[in-house]
């Protein structure tokens, strides 16, 4: 797949358009199909009993298929998230949690990604495992 925004580009779009995010999150390696990000899990990403909660992990599965889908397509900001299932699998422990997503399909109209999150410690046992599809709107939108 060729990359139409690389790593600079991505962070960029980012910082300029999800300001009230962007310190949360982190790019580690753009390869299309593949997007890998990271998140710093602190203390306001926990719930009760030190793990990571569901809606940050949520987050990061959103963030990271969302910017999967626009190194291949572009700066389109107008594409949103119409589907998403996760799967909790373990309690992931409290620090840098990783995402790295598939783009499965890039059509007209939908995009469907695949991914894994897991924790930076432990890169072999899997924590949630996401797919999310998203709208992609048509161009000049």
């Known amino acids: 797949?060729?990359?139409?925004?690389?790593?600079?580009a991505l962070e960029a779009f980012l910082l300029r358009d999800f300001t009230q995010v962007a310190d949360d999150f982190e790019f580690v390696e753009i390869a299309p199909p593949f997007v890998t990000m990271a998140l710093s899990a602190s203390e306001k990403h926990l719930r009760?009993?030190?793990?990571?909660?569901?809606?940050s992990m949520f987050a990061l599965a959103d963030v990271c298929a969302y910017f999967c889908i626009l190194s291949v397509l572009g700066p389109v900001a107008l594409a949103v998230t119409t589907n998403c299932s996760i799967d909790f699998m373990r309690k992931?422990?409290?620090g840098r949690l990783l995402c790295r997503m598939e783009l499965l399909k890039l059509g007209r109209v939908?995009?469907?990604?695949?991914?894994?999150l897991y924790s930076e410690a432990e890169p072999?046992?899997?924590v949630a495992r996401a797919s999310l599809t998203y709208s992609i709107p048509p161009v000049g939108v």
């Not at 030190?50 to 809606?55: I, K, L, N, Q, R």
């Not at 939908?110 to 894994?116: D, H, K, N, S």
Request: cysteine-free; hydrophobic content about 30%; aromatic content about 0%.
């Open 92 to 94: 992931p422990a409290p």
């Open 124 to 126: 072999d046992k899997p």
């Open 48 to 55: 009760p009993g030190g793990t990571v909660s569901g809606p």
């Open 110 to 116: 939908l995009a469907v990604t695949e991914g894994r």
């Open 1 to 8: 797949m060729e990359v139409k925004m690389d790593k600079a």
